[in-house]
């Protein structure tokens, strides 16, 4: 099984490939592939996550509908520009892979998300309907030549409380899982379309006072 890496970012997945991997880009001469991965949750339901692969660290005679996989790697964020808009894209790159076989058990959480990083807009907060308290964050989680990633994170309850009271600039650590979420939104013409948004819910969470 692959070795936990300690890092302000780290992810780890396991499932089964939901679409064959299709070529992405290339930087330096490396090229890199990009498939959904169908990740089990505790209730009944799927999250389908993006997952972004180096071609070397892909098998490809390994890497197809319905192959299981496990990776361990890092929460990346880019944007996009579409309909004079930005929009923030997530994807899970890969920095190590484990093959499975049909009848090998993975013993330890199929998805699970550590976190270190910054505050960086004002949380919003709220209640829905039905009376459950719910906030929105977006960390700032830096990684190396300056960069960072911008990650979007949904908190419930006594988490979601928590962060109410917390501030643009704060350096939280957290724990959670990755998550896949089906939204309906109006376009310009006013038809509806169904999207996807990719989100971390938080499990646990807590102020960084270092």
Known sequence: MLQDINETNSIFVSGCLETEPVFSHEVYGEGFYSF???VPRLSESDDILPVTISDRLSEPDKMYVG???CVRGQIRSYNTYE???NHLILSIFVKE???LTEDEEVKENPNHVSLDGFICKPTVYRTTPKG???ADILLAVNRAYGKS???PLIAWERNALFSKGLDVGDNIRLEGRMQSRLYRKKIDNGEI???????VSV???ELNKE
């Open 36 to 38: 959904m991965l169908r």
């Open 67 to 69: 192959s299981r996989i």
């Open 203 to 205: 499990s646990k969470m």
């Open 83 to 85: 309909n004079n808009r």
């Open 132 to 134: 459950r308290r719910i």
């Open 97 to 99: 892979i484990c093959f």
């Open 149 to 151: 990633d911008y990650i």
């Open 193 to 199: 379309v169904e999207k996807t948004a990719f989100e």
